[in-house]
């Protein structure tokens, strides 16, 4: 399996950020360059079938998993058994979806969980979302992906979204393949692994804005009660695209969440 293509900084405990379906590595941008800053190794990848990386074939969240958890194993180093030591995990919407296959699949692998902007089942919100976006991509000229991200990103961020995050967000769905984009949309509409999320045994940290129309409180309030050892924050003012939105925000919350102690009760 060829790797998929990451940025990194920094060095100290390794942090994975896993962009959605609209972004690409830049999207973590900030939070790259913010954590290797505070003492983290910090990386971003390109989702398969993102820039520079090979498509998984069949496109979906299990493909994707499989790719992370490869990228994840050639990042991390070895302990004397030659065993992987593990990853926190950052995951925004599809991102969070495959975040949430890997620590499923693979739960040795990752310590701490981060889940943004996502959900453990599409509902009837994705799969309009969804649905709106594929019809939008076919009525475009050559599925014109900068007259898309337009409408798109500014349909998803809240009132009090800071504006160069908003700009980056645009560009990066900007530059993604038509192609890639509708399977990454069919991807996450389809996505369902409600029935296991007790199955998750890290310490969890659920982020919703208060203006996320997909990512509603009550599905992350839903995925608590059932994820042991976990909690949910609503940022005010934001919508889905927390990470860029409230950048300063989203950080401290998350940065604050990796330096708990790991034996923490988090409820």
């Known amino acids: 399996m060829f790797l998929p293509h990451f940025s990194a900084l920094g060095a100290g405990p390794l942090v994975l950020f896993l962009h959605g379906a609209g972004g690409g590595y830049r999207s973590f941008a900030p939070q790259v360059e913010y954590f290797a800053r505070v003492g983290f190794r910090a990386v971003a990848w390109d989702m398969p079938g993102y820039g520079s990386s090979t498509p998984v074939e069949p496109y979906g969240v299990r493909g994707l998993a499989q790719s992370c958890v490869a990228l994840i194993e050639a990042l991390l180093p070895k302990d004397a058994t030659g065993s992987a030591r593990s990853v926190a995990l950052v995951g925004h919407g599809l991102g969070g979806m495959v975040a949430q296959e890997v620590v499923m699949r693979r739960p040795g692998l990752v310590n701490r969980l981060v889940l943004s902007g996502t959900t453990s089942q599409a509902d009837a919100a994705w799969r309009e979302d969804a649905d709106a976006q594929l019809q939008q991509l076919e009525s475009t000229a050559q599925g014109d992906m900068a007259r898309l991200s337009e409408t798109v990103v500014d349909s ?4 009090l979204a800071l504006p160069e ?3 980056l967000a ?3 769905m900007a530059q993604l393949s038509p192609v890639t984009y509708r399977l990454a949309l069919q991807a996450q509409a389809s996505f369902d692994r409600e029935a296991v999320l007790s199955y998750i045994h890290v310490p969890t940290l659920l982020l919703t804005g208060e203006n996320d129309l997909k990512s509603t409180v009550s599905t992350a309030q839903r995925m608590a009660s059932q994820i042991e050892g976990s909690r949910w924050v609503q940022l005010p003012g934001i919508g889905h695209l927390q990470n860029l939105e409230a950048p300063d925000a989203f950080d401290a919350l998350v940065l604050d969440f990796l330096r708990e102690p790991h034996t ?4």
């Open 156 to 159: 998803q961020v809240g009132p």
């Open 165 to 167: 995050g908003v700009q």
């Open 170 to 172: 645009r560009h990066c």
């Open 264 to 267: 923490s009760r988090l409820h």
